[in-house]
């Protein structure tokens, strides 16, 4: 089946520490995304990346980074630097055109 | 500035009843709208997209209508079931491509048997 896998599920971060959640696609979608989804509030774009090797900063990118060395993976990092890193995050590709977003199914990060 | 609003109260309607939920923007010009079903710790699911000159699109039981006069989309669900419930999220976009969307917070709807 093809589609988008997110892991870990659940993570836990102390204060200072970085994170990586990780986001995999077996669909073939050059584009890739970063969402933050808080309760109340629609989804925020973080990073998105449309082409191996190059990425894009979404409205709300302080605080992470990203890597796009193969087309099948976008990971995100969560670094010490963003102050409320609380939330459930979202991976996401498009296939391109007049289309939806494929997501995964989401991490949850607290901290602790 | 840009501003999607969706109803934050939950909608509770009894099983085979229409749900209407609204979606509702400003200061945009969308090319295009989304909706999209998510259950609760799960990832959005895409289920309809409508063009800005399109007035209605239909998918099964779904019906989506996009008035951009209005600056309004309304989503219906018919014969509704309780396997229905969600949270039903809408999305504009200005451009093709996937880069330019903004996303609602969602409206609950709870399906009672």
């Known amino acids: 089946d093809g589609g988008i896998t997110q892991s870990p599920k659940y993570l836990f971060r102390k204060e200072g520490q970085n994170v990586t959640l990780s986001c995999e696609q077996n669909?073939?979608?050059?584009?890739m995304y970063w969402y933050r989804q808080d309760p109340g509030q629609g989804l925020r774009l973080i990073y998105y990346s449309q082409i191996v090797n190059d990425f894009q900063k979404g409205d709300i990118a302080e605080g992470y980074s990203v890597s796009r060395e193969k087309k099948e993976s976008f990971p995100l990092t969560v670094t010490s630097a963003q102050k409320n890193p609380t939330a459930f995050y979202l991976c996401?590709?498009?296939?391109?055109?007049?289309?939806?977003?494929?997501f995964g199914s989401g991490t949850r990060l607290t901290v602790v | 500035s840009q501003k999607i609003e969706q109803n934050s109260e939950a909608l509770n309607i009894q099983e085979g009843k229409t749900a209407t939920l609204t979606c509702n923007y400003t200061?945009?010009?969308?090319?295009?709208l989304q909706w999209y079903r998510q259950d609760p710790g799960r990832g959005p699911v895409f289920l309809l997209l409508i063009r800005e000159n399109e007035k209605e699109k239909r998918k099964e039981r779904l019906k989506v209508t996009f008035d951009t006069t209005l600056k309004q989309s309304l989503f219906h669900i018919t014969a509704s079931q309780p396997a229905d419930s969600a949270t039903y999220l809408c999305?504009?976009?200005?451009?093709?491509?996937?880069?330019?969307?903004?996303f609602g917070a969602g409206t609950r709807l709870f399906v009672k048997a």
């Open positions: 669909l073939n979608h050059d584009a």
């Open positions: 999305a504009l976009d200005r451009g093709t491509g996937g880069f330019k969307t903004i």
């Open positions: 200061n945009y010009s969308p090319a295009y």
């Open positions: 996401a590709t498009h296939r391109g055109g007049l289309s939806g977003y494929t």
